[in-house]
């Protein structure tokens, strides 16, 4: 009976024990740190840390006009900041990387989201459908791009239509030493198409101290 009751403590604890030796805190962020990227259509696009405050890091996309206010806790988006520095709380439109880490993360770990997107239909006019987000850190990975070499850890994420029910997953490979994501990896179907996201990596990048 004693030897019974142990097994089942160490099946509950073990993997518990292992997750947490790969526990990883969100990263520490420099203003300068910058992060270069080329997707599948060949576009190359920059993100760069403009300035850190008390709560959060402030992240400017090449792509968007508003940088992107990071809590230091998660690493999730709390709010965007427009030209006047005031806070802008609805960041629906940045979907699935709003809360794309939620920090700490570990081999095992699961989340969810969610946001609206406004699509149009061929010839159609333009509505609003709710996206359904899953995450989940799948494994540990070492993966080569052309920045280099990196230990990773690997985002699965899939979203979901809820008004079709049309779905998609995606792949991000998330390295503690660059600090970020450094590849992106899309389902090759047209789900994705419709939202503009397409295969990425990390060409270069630069930390600053």
Do not use: C, H
């Not at 997750?19 to 969100?26: F, R, W």
């Not at 968007?64 to 427009?82: E, R, Y």
């Amino acid at each position: 009976m004693k030897k019974t009751i142990l097994l089942s403590f160490l099946v509950l604890f073990i993997p518990a024990i292992l997750y947490g030796q790969d526990k990883v805190e969100p990263p520490v962020w420099n203003v300068g740190d910058k992060w270069t990227y080329k997707d599948a259509t060949v576009t190359t696009y920059t993100n760069e840390v403009v300035d850190v405050k008390e709560d959060v890091f402030v992240l400017k996309y090449q792509a968007l006009q508003n940088p992107a206010a990071f809590d230091k806790k998660t690493m999730n988006i709390k709010f965007l900041i427009g030209s006047g520095g005031n806070k802008i709380l609805d960041t629906d439109f940045l979907g699935s990387g709003r809360k794309l880490f939620d920090f700490p993360i570990f081999v095992g770990k699961q989340w969810t989201d969610s946001f609206e997107v406004t699509l149009r239909a061929p010839g159609g006019r333009p509505f609003q459908v709710t996206q359904a987000l899953a995450f989940k850190i799948e494994n540990i990975a070492e993966v080569n791009i052309p920045a280099g070499t990196f230990k990773t850890y690997v985002i699965y994420l899939n979203q979901k239509n809820m008004r079709t029910g049309n779905n998609g997953w995606m792949r991000y490979w998330y390295s503690p030493e660059v600090k970020t994501w450094i590849k992106r990896e899309i389902e090759k179907k047209d789900f994705w198409k419709l939202l503009q996201m397409y295969d990425s990596q990390l060409i270069s990048y630069e930390l600053k101290k």
